[in-house]
């Protein structure tokens, strides 16, 4: 009988565990863009190839990216961008670890757009912040997909805007993240 | 039951640390999708040098496409010609130069020194590009063929025609940037000087060049390049050139500021007719001023 009994609390151990795994949702073609607004010269920049993953039930999320993957309208910005400021072959990636704080309230079998706080670390050349963001949860049928928009300040990550070009580069950049989840 | 009782104290555990296992889960599938983007994408290497030229001759760096890039480059005179002359101040070369990107892999340009009234126009194609990830590639090869013609008035006794005046510049440039801080470049080249220019022994001749860079701050860098001519094509009076530089990037503007034995400022008249030597203090300060006009946004 007691093999019997063991067979059962396994499964059902296997049964608590999974649901775990299955509300793991991620993309690899995120997009993450970023705006700089000054009165002479107005840059923006777009990555689409952000990796970024949900944990609907502990609302843990994640985004990772890789620097060099951002485009921009003019190419020596883009080097610029590399090589100068964000020095992107010693700080490849940029990071964001955190979790949903109200993912609870989440009703994730019904339709709709939920506004959610997003706390945790964002890294961006080696320096590590901690944040908090407002974004949106929207539930369509089976996909899920979340945005924000918030600012980053240069300084706040010890990136020198020189000040030859201090009135082209903005003190605040407006960073915009928009992430279409599949299942795992 | 003892059994059971261990399993049930396992499944609280699991359940207890389920949240933790869970993020654990989170960051372990986020390496793992890091490193299978990683896999299937090749990584160029960018910026090998700052500017398409090392000094005065091509480094491996094309302009972007739809980049056009002016180029002023002057030469003053010999800094041996003393005080009276400002130390070479007082004579200065110039050449105005528009280059071009067609494509990233693929540039055209155009110039007119005042040295010999040369007129030059070259391209420059990529054959392979330094990468990593999916394809390892260890350096980058350009090609570059230059054509340049001396439009000086010869006396009356001397009849030319245009090929007397014309000469041909090629030139393979295998580069590798090593680190962050420092690239290096050789560049065999095959000359095929014009009849007017300079007293060639020998019409064809070959150099070897080598090049490098060092990045002394994010914005500054020092440039050399050397230019081997092999003694059999090398005209007697002819001497090998080097050169160095500083430059100075600021966002669109890169500014070098040179020190070479080479008055020419075309591949012909550096490589194969300087005449100054170092050794003598026939050298020459020299600056080039460059300025990228992105002329289509890329979206």
Aim: include cysteine; glycine fraction near 6%; proline fraction near 3%.
């Amino acid at each position: 009988m007691w093999i019997k009994n063991i067979v059962l609390i396994l499964v059902i151990c296997i049964a608590a565990n999974s649901p775990i795994n299955g509300q793991v949702y991620f993309t690899k073609n995120g997009r993450i863009s970023f705006f700089s607004k000054t009165i002479l010269e107005n840059i923006d920049a777009d990555n689409n190839q952000v990796i970024s993953i949900l944990n609907l039930q502990t609302g843990a999320l994640q985004f990772s990216l890789l620097n060099n993957a951002f485009h921009f309208p003019k190419a020596k910005m883009e080097e610029d961008f590399n090589e100068d400021y964000m020095e992107s072959s010693r700080y490849p990636r940029s990071t964001f670890k955190g979790t949903i704080v109200d993912i609870n309230k989440i009703d994730f079998s019904k339709d709709g757009t939920w506004p959610v706080n997003v706390s945790g670390e964002l890294m961006i050349h080696g320096v590590t912040k901690n944040i908090v963001v407002p974004g949106k949860i929207i539930i369509k049928g089976e996909k899920i997909s979340a945005s924000a928009s918030f600012k980053a300040l240069p300084k706040d990550y010890n990136i020198k805007i020189p000040s030859i070009v201090s009135n082209k580069i903005s003190e605040s950049i407006d960073v915009t993240v928009d992430c279409l989840y599949q299942k795992k | 039951m003892r059994y059971i009782k261990l399993l049930l104290i396992i499944v609280l555990l699991a359940d207890l640390f389920s949240e933790k296992i869970a993020a654990q889960d989170t960051t372990n599938l986020i390496n793992q999708l890091e490193k299978e983007t990683l896999k299937d994408k090749r990584v160029y290497t960018v910026a090998t040098f700052k500017t398409t030229r090392i000094v005065d001759g091509q480094s491996s760096e094309n302009l972007p496409a739809n980049v056009l890039d002016v180029r002023i480059s002057h030469r003053f005179g010999p800094v041996s010609s003393g005080a009276y002359n400002f130390f070479g101040l007082d004579n200065a070369t110039m050449r105005l130069g528009f280059d071009y990107g067609i494509t990233d892999n693929f540039m055209i340009g155009i110039g007119h020194s005042t040295y010999q009234k040369t007129y030059d126009a070259f391209f420059k194609i990529k054959l392979l590009r330094q990468s990593t990830g999916a394809v390892n590639m260890p350096v980058t090869v350009s090609f570059v063929p230059v054509i340049a013609i001396n439009t000086l008035k010869q006396f009356d006794s001397v009849k030319t025609i245009f090929s007397d005046r014309t000469s041909l510049t090629y030139q393979l440039l295998i580069a590798r940037k090593f680190s962050e801080k420092f690239a290096l470049q050789i560049m065999p080249t095959f000359i095929h000087a014009d009849n007017i220019s300079f007293n060639h022994s020998k019409q064809n001749i070959l150099a070897i060049g080598i090049g490098g860079r060092h990045r002394i701050s994010k914005r500054v860098n020092i440039n050399a390049e050397y230019y081997y001519q092999l003694p059999d094509t090398k005209a007697s009076d002819s001497r090998n050139v080097f050169s160095f530089g500083v430059d100075i990037g600021t966002g669109g503007h890169v500014f070098q500021l040179d020190f070479t034995n080479s008055a020419g400022l075309t591949e012909k008249s550096f490589i194969s007719e300087t005449t100054g030597r170092w050794e003598k203090n026939n050298i020459m300060f020299g600056f080039n001023i460059s300025r990228v006009f992105q002329l289509k946004e890329k979206h």
